[in-house]
């Protein structure tokens, strides 16, 4: 059989669901323009045949995008920029050009915010959190479910004598539990100074959390630190109407190209009260090594060690007018819109004996949650199968799905009713813990799970991906001992098959 025949038997069924689709979900309608980008853009995609379902791990890029940014490096003679020769400044000129332009991105100004050109959203998070005065009496206060480098912060606050406490989340939704957080935020000296840090969009629930928040601590006497990594690829961040003293983000997550920038904006009101721990090449206006000294330079260089990946800067521009170009409103609803119809079909499943299929950590519902669904499948005496054994399925079918616990430790820990015992007993494994002797040891402790399967939808996504994830899960109905090494996923009757029959 030739492989475009394949293509077409095993999407049999999707022009029905499609139209099906469109009844329930009639706005998506307005978002065709998606549709031509895919077929261009990102036309890659459908040639590969790839089901691509990890934007949260990281956004695609455009081609024109890639090939842009390659116009203008092989057009111009750039050199190390900050410097005054030609070579440099026409570099210098980019860089400075993207900051003012990130800036008019985000609705805001270079007379409210700085921007630290980092890494990655965990570069920016770490210079955040090793700058923040944390002392004894100040508090340092993070939801459950912060990214672990975000979590990372409270070994800086520890060190320096702050109170560290985590504000719970309401299972099964994970949305933050308000009474308590209120409860909390309640606790800070506004005296001192103190440090609150939630995720925008939570990358292991999907839950958007209410911007609110920022405004509501920062009137307690509260420094606030909103990760808007796994939100700003679908949403406007506006920081005209909300205005936290950090963001931090990561580009590739925003529209895939370039890796290795991020940024870390800082309130200027803010900014004065950091304190460096170090300093290094770029950073400097005096430094002696006889007089034992050095004067910082002053705003955003204070904060960039060493050399930038200057390079790839220009793609950040280039990136953020390709978001404006498509809108970010029609790629938020695009996602809803998948989000919405694959949770609904995903409840749905049952087995034959009608158990449910699937179980869902986070809304189970489009309110206040972004494009990321994640979820564990049961056989139908309830057992859970073991994620691991999914991805290799999904690997089998050109699925690119993510399984773990997604460096969330807290909303995979509350999601699946894992106690601080069952933490406290995984540390007592000793330094050789790994997740095979954890998963072992929480099973015996109650046939609990630690990890899930992430899927994620993103600018580029369209219907037949969420279809193709359907009918995949679809066919873990009446499975049974899915052990590793004994069944196959065959595409074209879209079965399981037991390897040797
Ligand atoms: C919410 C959130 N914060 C922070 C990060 C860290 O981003 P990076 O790995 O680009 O530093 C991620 C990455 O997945 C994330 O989803």
Known sequence: MKAGEQVRRADTGVEEAYADFLRRYPDYSGTNRLDALRSTEYRRLDE?????????????????????????LAAGVFGNPHSSNPTSAAMTEHVERTRRYLLTYFNTSPDEYIVVFTQNATAALKLAGESFPFATGSRFLLTFDNHNSVNGIREFARSKGAVVDYAPLVA??????????????????????????????????????????????????????????????TNRLDLAAVRPDFVCLSFYKMFGYPTGVGALLIRRS??????????????????????????????????????????????????????????????GTRVRCLTGWLIEE???????????????????????RGATVTLNFYDPEGHLLDY????????????????????????????????????????????????????????QRGHKSAGAIRVSFGLA??????????????????????????????IDSCRFIRDGS
Request: with cysteine; hydrophobic share 40%.
């Open 48 to 72: 590969e045949r790839q089901v691509y379902l990890d934007y949260t791990g990281g956004s695609l890029y455009a081609e024109s995008q890639v090939q842009q940014h390659a116009t203008i």
């Open 270 to 331: 803010t900014f004065g009260k950091l304190n460096r721990p170090w300093f290094a090449g770029g950073t400097v206006n005096f430094a002696s090594v006889q007089g034992r000294g050095h004067v910082l330079a002053p705003n955003e260089a204070a904060f960039e060690d060493g050399t930038l990946n200057y390079l790839a800067i220009p793609a950040v521009e280039i990136g953020l007018h390709y978001l404006e170009s498509v809108g970010i409103e029609t790629i």
């Open 172 to 233: 099964p939704e994970l949305r933050v539990d308000e009474a308590q957080l209120d409860a909390l935020t309640d606790l800070a000296d506004p005296t001192r100074l103190n440090l609150f840090a939630f995720p925008a969009q939570s990358n292991f629930s999907g839950v958007r959390h209410p911007l609110e928040l920022v405004a509501q601590a920062q009137s307690k006497g509260w420094n606030v630190l909103l990760d808007a990594a796994a939100f700003v690829p």
């Open 346 to 368: 995903l409840l749905a499943l049952r087995h034959s004996n009608g158990n449910a299929m699937v179980r869902i950590y986070g809304p189970a519902n489009t309110q206040a």
């Open 388 to 443: 691991r054994r999914v991805e290799e399925l999904a690997n089998h079918q050109n699925i690119s799905l993510r399984t773990g616990c997604f460096c969330n430790p807290g909303a995979g820990e509350m999601a699946e009713g894992l106690t601080e015992e069952d933490m406290r007993a995984g540390f007592a494994l000793g330094s050789g813990v790994t997740l095979q002797s954890f998963l072992k040891l929480i099973r």
């Open 461 to 490: 996504s369209n219907f037949a991906d969420a279809w193709r994830f359907q009918q995949f899960a679809a066919s873990f109905r009446d499975q049974t001992n899915l052990a590793i090494g004994d069944v196959t996923f065959d």
